[in-house]
């Protein structure tokens, strides 16, 4: 899995996605519940005019076949960026390799991770999977 912290794929929709974001921890402050996080995110999604899909499900599959479980993302934002919600303390190595599993289920290019925890500041980081930006060139 090729792994890029790239800034050039969706960055003005990351940029924007994330003024989102920095909109609900200013008016929210930190330490909520993540489904607080993710209704108000989602509201404020909304009124900036940003596309998104919330909790989509997303199917998985085994050697061609469809499995049972299903992934359900946070959100999906501009239909090529993956989007996973926290309110823990602090990141930690775990969810970074959640969100990229994820990204890689999905097809997604851009996964951001925000975490709403910290009552200080939004805490996130920004990948990029660049297989799925070649896979997207190749078949456009």
């Given at each position: 899995?090729?792994?890029q912290?790239?800034?050039?794929?969706?960055?003005?929709?990351?940029?924007?996605?994330?003024?989102?974001?920095?909109?609900?921890?200013?008016?929210?402050?930190?330490?909520?519940?993540?489904?607080?996080?993710?209704?108000?995110?989602?509201?404020?999604?909304?009124?900036?005019?940003?596309p998104?899909?919330s909790?989509?499900?997303?199917?998985?599959f085994?050697?061609?076949?469809?499995?049972?479980?299903?992934?359900?993302?946070?959100l999906?934002?501009h239909?090529?960026?993956?989007?996973?919600l926290?309110?823990?303390k602090?990141?930690?190595?775990e969810?970074?390799?959640?969100?990229?599993?994820?990204?890689?289920?999905?097809?997604?290019?851009?996964?951001?991770?925000?975490?709403?925890?910290?009552v200080?500041?939004?805490?996130w980081?920004?990948?990029?999977?660049?297989?799925?930006?070649?896979?997207?060139?190749?078949?456009?």
């Amino acid at each position: 899995m090729n792994v890029q912290n790239s800034n050039k794929p969706y960055s003005e929709e990351g940029f924007a996605l994330m003024g989102a974001a920095f909109e609900v921890h200013k008016e929210m402050g930190g330490g909520l519940l993540e489904e607080i996080y993710q209704e108000c995110l989602e509201l404020e999604l909304g009124m900036q005019g940003i596309p998104f899909q919330s909790k989509q499900t997303l199917a998985t599959f085994y050697k061609d076949r469809e499995l049972l479980k299903k992934y359900v993302p946070d959100l999906v934002v501009h239909e090529g960026i993956l989007v996973e919600l926290k309110a823990v303390k602090q990141l930690v190595p775990e969810h970074e390799a959640q969100l990229m599993n994820y990204m890689r289920i999905a097809k997604k290019p851009v996964g951001y991770l925000i975490n709403f925890g910290p009552v200080e500041k939004v805490e996130w980081k920004r990948f990029v999977l660049s297989e799925f930006l070649q896979h997207k060139r190749q078949s456009a």
